[in-house]
C-alpha cells in the first residue's frame, strides 16, 4: 500500500493566484480529511468526507477555500485568491469506517503552501 | 476554544531519560485518545492510543497513563532514544454517531540529546 498521496510537496504561488492541493487517500478507506498546520495554530480541521459527501467544512477558513471528492480515490483543495496568511503546510489523512478495533487517521507527507 | 490542551510546548531529555507529555481536555463526550508522532517534512504518524475504560497502555518503551476523574492523559517514553526525537501530539475523538473527527493538541518538540 502506497499510503495518502498528497501533490505537489511543495508549492510557492503569488498573492491572488489559485491554487489547487490533491490527495489520494488509501483504497478502502471511507473518510478523508483535510488538516492545515502552522506554528501559531497547530493542526486545524478543515474539512472531512464520508464516502465522498463532505460531512463537516466549519473548520474551512473562509469562502476562498473549497474542497471536493469527485471519487473515493480523489480530492483536492482549492483556494482561490489565495493569501500570504494561507502559507503552511497543508495534510489530508484517511481513515477506514470506525469499528472495535482500528480508529487511526493514516497521513500524508503534506503540501508545504507558500503565498508570496 | 482549545479543546485538547498539551503541555509542554517543546521538551529537551537525555538520552536513556524519561519523557513526559501531558493533555488534557473538558469534553466528558471524548471515547478515544490516541498519540500522534511526526517527524520533520512528514505527516503525523499514530504512535499509541488508548479508550478510557483502562487507565493504562504500554506498547514497547512508550506508555499512555490516562486519569478519567482528572480528564488528563500522559505520553511517557522510557529509556529516550535521540531517534525519538519529533514532534508529539495528543488527540481526542468525541463520541457519537457521524462525528469522526480528532480534535488535536498543539504538540510537543521532543529533542533527545546524546
Known amino acids: 500500500d502506497a499510503g495518502v498521496i498528497q501533490s505537489p510537496r511543495h508549492e510557492v504561488t503569488e498573492m491572488g493566484q489559485e491554487v489547487t492541493l490533491r490527495c489520494k487517500p488509501i483504497s478502502g478507506h471511507d473518510y478523508l480529511f483535510w488538516y492545515r498546520q502552522t506554528m501559531m495554530r497547530g493542526l486545524e480541521l478543515l474539512i472531512y468526507?464520508?464516502?465522498?459527501?463532505?460531512?463537516?467544512d466549519s473548520g474551512m477558513p473562509e469562502d476562498r477555500f473549497s474542497a471536493k471528492m469527485p471519487n473515493a480515490s480523489f480530492s483536492t483543495l482549492k483556494i482561490q485568491p489565495s493569501e500570504p496568511r494561507d502559507s503552511a503546510v497543508y495534510f489530508c489523512?484517511?481513515?477506514?469506517?470506525?469499528?472495535?478495533?482500528?480508529?487511526?487517521?493514516?497521513f500524508g507527507s503534506g503540501t508545504r503552501l507558500t503565498v508570496v | 476554544q482549545q479543546q485538547v490542551k498539551q503541555s509542554p510546548q517543546s521538551l529537551i531529555v537525555q538520552k536513556g531519560g524519561i519523557s513526559i507529555i501531558n493533555c488534557a481536555y473538558e469534553n466528558t463526550a471524548f471515547d478515544y485518545f490516541p498519540w500522534y508522532q511526526q517527524f520533520p517534512g512528514k505527516g503525523p504518524a499514530l504512535l499509541i492510543a488508548?479508550?478510557?475504560?483502562?487507565s493504562e497502555k504500554k506498547e514497547g518503551r512508550f506508555t499512555i497513563s490516562f486519569n478519567k476523574s482528572a480528564k488528563q492523559f500522559s505520553l511517557h517514553i522510557m529509556d529516550s532514544q535521540p531517534g525519538d526525537s519529533a514532534t508529539y501530539f495528543c488527540a481526542a475523538r468525541e463520541a457519537g454517531a457521524g462525528s469522526y473527527q480528532l480534535t488535536f493538541g498543539k504538540g510537543t518538540k521532543l529533542s533527545v540529546i546524546p
Open positions: 489523512a484517511s481513515s477506514r469506517r470506525p469499528g472495535r478495533g482500528y480508529y487511526g487517521y493514516t
Open positions: 468526507f464520508n464516502n465522498n459527501v463532505p460531512i463537516d
Open positions: 488508548i479508550r478510557p475504560d483502562v
